[in-house]
């Protein structure tokens, strides 16, 4: 909206002048983090449908098809321990990708261990977590 006196600001500045409105200018100001992993519905996963999950250090992206939006991960970190992760951004809620053995941030350049914590790029917090749990007879991972 612009007009006499009135002028055009973008998203990012709307959302910095709200958060300074707030006293949490500092936020705004370091691009600490502003989003927090998303609640999802709990889902049963087949470790066999998800090849990259047969070792340890495996990372896939998955899901049952069902849900909608909210992208998981999950990450193999022993034999029978595994994480789950939100895939959305804590610094700015961009969609996090899988890159190398970890994660990587298209937004601004936010990389991620394997395990979820930050390890570089732009600073913010580490990614969100689910609970998860291995079903060892049926070869399945609940997740949420
Ligand atoms: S949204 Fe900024 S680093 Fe991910």
């Known amino acids: 909206m612009s007009g006499p006196g009135c002028s055009s600001i973008t998203r990012r500045e709307l959302l910095e002048r709200t958060l300074a409105g707030l006293g949490l200018g500092a936020l705004a100001a ?3 983090s502003l ?57 700015r809620g961009s969609a996090v990708q899988i890159s190398g053995s970890g994660f990587y941030c298209p937004g601004h350049g936010a990389t991620f261990a394997a395990n979820g914590s930050w390890t570089g790029g732009q600073p913010t917090s580490n990614l969100g977590s689910y609970r998860i749990s291995y079903d060892t007879t049926n070869g399945t991972l609940q997740i949420g």
């Open 35 to 91: 989003f927090t992993a998303p609640s999802i519905t709990a889902f049963t996963i087949k470790l066999a449908d998800f090849p990259s999950l047969a070792s340890v250090g495996g990372l896939a992206i998955v899901d049952d098809g069902a849900r909608s939006g909210d992208p998981v991960a999950v990450a193999r970190t022993g034999t029978s321990t595994f994480v789950a992760l939100s895939l959305i951004c804590p610094h």
């Open 30 to 32: 370091c691009g600490a």
